[in-house]
Nanobody, 125 residues
């Protein structure tokens, strides 16, 4: 059974940092991504990483501040978030795709089959 479990969310002051983690179980995956959804807004792409970990993609809104990485030995993906802003406040969810090639990076949420339950990130001003 496939499960994705996020951890690391919380309350932080603007300018601070948080590191999210997502532990995957049940199988190995190709592309994995982080998406976020703020209250009253649609879910949006934040970052994604290829199966091998050599290729990453970021939303313009987080580029230069967030870093996605993965540890395939532990079947985990991480999102290091620095210089956080109040507009980063959202529920962050990790997603995993089992069909993509090892070098593919997927930014479309509709292409991901598996999702975690999400972790709340709140950035105060």
């Amino acid at each position: 059974q496939v499960q994705l479990a996020e951890a690391g969310g919380g309350l932080v002051q603007g300018g601070g940092s948080l590191r999210l983690s997502c532990a995957a179980s049940g199988r190995t995956f190709g592309s994995m991504g982080w998406f976020r959804q703020a209250p009253g807004k649609e879910r949006e792409f934040a970052a994604a990483i290829s199966g091998r970990g050599g290729t990453t993609r970021y939303a313009d809104s987080v580029k230069g501040r967030f870093t996605i990485s993965r540890d395939n030995a532990k079947n985990m993906v991480f999102l290091q978030m620095n210089s956080l802003k109040p507009e980063d406040t959202a529920v962050y969810s990790c997603a995993a795709d089992q069909h993509s090639s090892w070098n593919a990076v997927i930014t479309d949420p509709n292409a991901y089959e598996f999702w975690g339950q999400g972790t709340q990130v709140t950035v105060s001003s």
